[in-house]
């Protein structure tokens, strides 16, 4: 399926902030707690086609374990990570995209369906890491509680400015083009 180049720009655009927006969070002491990476990979699955989007979930945890070690490999959070970004990617894309929800249920219920994979997730590699289960499993759940609330404030009023952005530059674009070949409006 070939894409609009303007996707594969934004999902660009999109993956270096997943790669940067980590680093700048841990330089400042916040941790992981504000799930940084998640920002863009939600971002990517709203205003996104899904293969782009699941393409950008899948690469941002992969590139930035690789380039920089953080998520690791071992214990296996890069490849949780990964995982988390394909439904990350999918969520939004299914629920707003295709169904039409709207933002912000679509983002509550893509971030739950997010949160009960990771329980399971936790839930089953703590049991083949020989760790205490239901610490680790809870304590990974509730410790994204802080990015999770701050994504719902913060990303759909942005969702919604970015869409108006994106659908006037297209607008625009279209226009200009059909100016240049000598059709009217």
Sequence with gaps: MKEPAWTIVLGGLFLSLALVLP???HALGLGSAFLPMFYPLVLGGFLL???????LGIAAPLLSALLTGMP??????????????????????????????NRWLALLITLGLDRLLLLGLVWVLAEWLRL??????VSSVL???PGII????VLPPLIKELEK???????TYLEKGREAIGLKK
């Design 23 to 25: 680093l700048l969070f």
């Design 49 to 55: 086609p899904w293969s782009v989007a699941v393409s």
């Design 72 to 101: 690791p490999f071992y214990p296996p959070i890069a490849p949780v990570m990964m995982v988390e970004g394909v439904v990350l990617a999918l969520g939004p894309f299914i629920f707003y995209q295709k169904w039409r929800w």
């Design 132 to 137: 205490p289960r239901l610490f680790i499993t």
């Design 143 to 145: 410790r994204g509680l």
């Design 150 to 153: 701050i994504m719902m404030v």
């Design 165 to 171: 952005q994106i659908n006037w530059h297209f607008a």
